[in-house]
């Protein structure tokens, strides 16, 4: 089975930081990674599919990029209200494994 | 609304069984593939299982192969996950989950979960 390997695992920045996780796949899967952000005690949303395409409703800091086995979620200026644990997944075939996380804070 | 709703969780002895029930409403039930994915307290997102839109095809991930099946009612527009032969590391919050456009298969529609607790 393809591993999906995030890092880092937690980070902490200031507001107006451009944040950037990174997500691995053992096996290339295309682009067919998505990215998710899960805020405290709350269901996880979709913020990115395809690897780079922004979920409707989703604010333009957001955004991600690669192919392959190596992908980027970027946020460009963070904000209070992006304090989450954000997880990546592959979904071009089961097992549609998750990420490990990453949980970003405020500095 | 798009809505999927689940029932069933509960505290259960190692070893019980349980059967979970996710409820959808608002979109055409029988259009697309489901699944069911779990977090333990503290931890990150664990998926469990798949099931194709017309229950022909499932999947499962390893650690609950043989113990756990997913299946689904169209007529219903239920999802099931039949969990036997529990254990204490099950314990977690599940979440149904689909997709509600046909140009990708990520997730965008998530139930809010219910909690199982397997504990003695």
């Known amino acids: 089975d393809i591993q999906m390997t995030q890092s880092p695992s937690s980070l902490s920045a200031s507001v107006g930081d451009r944040v950037t996780i990174t997500c691995r796949a053992s096996q290339r899967i295309s682009n067919y990674l998505a990215w998710y952000q899960q805020k405290p005690g709350k269901v996880p949303k979709l913020l990115i599919y395809?690897?780079?395409t922004l979920q409707s409703g989703v604010p333009s800091r957001f955004s991600g990029s690669g192919s392959g086995t190596d992908f980027t979620l970027t946020i460009s200026s963070l904000q209070p209200e992006d304090v989450a644990t954000y997880y990546c997944?592959?979904?071009?075939?089961?097992?549609?494994?998750f990420g490990g996380g990453t949980k970003v804070e405020i500095k | 609304q798009v809505q999927l709703v689940e029932s069933g969780g509960g505290v259960v002895q190692p070893g019980r069984s349980l059967r979970l029930s996710c409820a959808a409403s608002g979109f055409t039930f029988s259009t697309y593939a489901l699944h069911w994915v779990r977090q333990a307290p503290g931890k990150g997102l664990e998926w469990v299982a798949v099931i194709s839109y017309d229950g022909s095809n499932k999947f499962h991930t390893d650690s609950v192969k043989g113990r756990f099946t997913i299946s689904r009612d169209n007529s219903k527009s239920t999802l099931y996950l039949q969990m036997n032969s529990l254990r204490a590391e099950d314990t977690a919050v599940y979440y149904c989950?689909?997709?509600?456009?046909?140009?990708?298969?990520?997730?965008?529609?998530w139930g809010q979960g219910t909690m199982v607790t397997v504990s003695s």
């Open positions: 989950a689909t997709k509600s456009r046909p140009d990708h298969d990520a997730f965008d529609i």
């Open positions: 997944q592959k979904y071009n075939s089961a097992p549609f494994t």
């Open positions: 395809a690897a780079s």
